[in-house]
């Protein structure tokens, strides 16, 4: 699983951070899904290997305009391109009234269809055929979601040593049975597939986190994940002196909720922008803050950032 991140600062832009979004796919795969489409998204898009042609889902955790705002222009653009494939847009209630809006005012009328979801909408069935997508309810001064992706579709290796032990010939049958499909030998034996399948692996999960001042209520979501994407927007100290009102998490507080989660990869991003290298407040310090709590694996995203989810479930920054 990949992991792009195409936005990882708070409220407003920095000369190096554009504002929240995430790509996430399957190694190797040319379809995508997006979490959070900031303003300047589709601009970041220009600089990785994907495409808007490719993208088969939206996911908004919430409707401050530094999560969604980039969404009507993304989607212009991708009609401008050419776009005839319908487009998930899972999101809010008001999302939808939102972008109609700007679409009926600027009279842009799309080539693709889009296909409208609320969060509560993903426990009724499958919506990609690579992801299991969940959701869970945060805590924030309008209602916010964190998604979680989980691999949907695990292959299983064959038993390549008990093909061999009964003389199954190497040949086109070994990747019908590896497919679970039964075959029948040119000397008329009946194999079962499931009999030469290794058991399947775990499932890899990521949870991508929107805005939350409580990291407590992932407990359930991010328990069983490989990897936490949550936002980090201050220091502790910095968050005790602004108080509870923009209902933030600190660097200490969701690092404590990972340790005590058992997360092993924890990712922080949507750093406030009063944190810069180089300046009074560099963002050394919400990592040193976050380390003191957590003993995993810990990366600050920076845009641009690509990282692996192995299928050991080792999270690194992919080699180019």
């Known amino acids: 699983m ?7 600062s708070s409220g407003t832009p920095t000369r190096q951070r554009n504002m929240s979004g995430l790509a996430l796919r399957l190694r190797g795969a040319r379809s995508w899904v997006l979490v959070d489409c900031a303003e300047g998204t589709q601009h970041r898009i220009l600089r990785t ?3 808007v042609m490719s993208l088969r889902a939206v996911f908004i955790t919430h409707m401050h305009g530094d999560h969604c705002y ?5 989607l212009a653009s991708a009609g401008m391109l050419g776009r005839s494939e319908p487009l998930a847009i899972v999101g809010p209630q008001p999302l939808r009234a939102m972008i109609e809006c700007i679409m009926q005012a600027s009279e842009l009328n799309l080539p693709f269809p889009l296909a409208w979801l609320t969060p509560d909408d993903l426990a009724h069935g499958p919506l990609l055929p690579e992801f299991a997508v969940d959701a869970t309810a945060l805590s924030h001064r309008i209602p916010s979601w964190a998604y979680g992706f989980t691999e949907a579709a695990i292959e299983r290796r064959l038993d390549t040593e008990k093909l061999r032990a009964d003389a199954v010939p190497s040949s086109a049958l070994w990747g019908e049975i590896q497919q679970s499909r039964d075959v029948v030998l040119p000397d008329g034996r009946a194999i079962k597939a499931l009999d030469y399948l290794l058991p399947p692996r775990r499932a890899r999960r990521i949870v991508v986190a929107g805005d939350n001042d409580s990291p407590e209520l992932l407990t359930a ?3 069983s994940a490989d990897v936490l994407v949550h936002e980090a927007t201050y ?5 005790q002196k602004i108080g509870p009102g923009p209902q933030h998490s600190s660097a200490m507080r969701v690092a404590q909720f990972a340790a005590g989660a058992g997360v092993h990869n924890l990712v922080l991003t949507h750093f406030s922008p009063r944190y810069q290298d180089g300046g009074p407040l560099p963002l050394a310090l919400l990592e040193e803050e976050a380390r003191a709590q957590y003993g995993g ?3 600050l995203a920076r845009d641009l ?3 692996v989810l192995d299928r050991t479930g080792e999270l690194r920054l992919a080699v180019e």
């Open 235 to 239: 220091t502790e100290e910095v968050l």
């Open 221 to 223: 979501s991010a328990g």
């Open 70 to 74: 980039g969404l009507p222009g993304l």
């Open 305 to 307: 950032d690509h990282y």
């Open 2 to 8: 990949e992991l792009i991140f195409l936005g990882t």
């Open 297 to 299: 694996k810990l990366l």
């Open 49 to 51: 290997p994907l495409s």
